[in-house]
């Protein structure tokens, strides 16, 4: 598992410092034509928000305030909050520095990833953002069995 999280770690680090002159504040519609020229469905929810299907998950996209931050949120309905501690939760966001899992106000285990608009984003990085994303609902489900095992 580490060794994944580490790979996506590189991604995700490799492809974060751009220049000034490939930065801007994207677009809904630009992120939303990345994710489909990449063979995702993607919807359109609402005026900041998109939502992408993916396997079993339903990965919501939220772009926000004034520099256009990026939120990648899924919500793992195949886990009982009630039945992940939190200390395998602390073990988890420990280990994983650019995103966390948490039980939400509703009791749902959520996985969160977000993206500092400051300075922009590029095409490239909502690319590589999304993988990392996807690599990280893996890891967490690879921990949350090996927590199970051990």
Do not use: C
Not at 28 to 44: F, H, N, P, R, W
Not at 66 to 89: A, N
Not at 92 to 120: H, I, P
């Amino acid at each position: 598992m580490r060794g994944i999280l580490a790979i996506a770690a590189l991604v995700f680090v490799a492809v974060a410092p751009i220049s000034p002159a490939f930065a801007a504040k994207l677009s809904k519609s630009e992120i939303e034509e990345v994710l489909t020229s990449q063979g995702y469905a993607v919807q359109d929810v609402g005026p900041n928000t998109l939502f992408v299907r993916v396997a079993d998950y339903d990965i919501r996209i939220d772009i926000q305030g004034p520099d256009g931050d990026i939120s990648y949120r899924t919500w793992l309905f195949e886990v009982d909050g009630k039945d992940v501690s939190y200390k395998v939760l602390n073990q988890f966001n420990n280990d994983v520095k650019f995103g966390r899992v948490y039980v939400d106000e509703d009791g749902d285990l959520t996985l969160q990833m977000d993206r500092n608009g400051a300075g922009g984003a590029s095409l490239q990085n909502i690319e590589s953002d999304f993988d990392v994303f996807l690599m990280l609902i893996s890891s967490f489900m690879d921990h949350l069995e090996s927590q199970v095992v051990a």
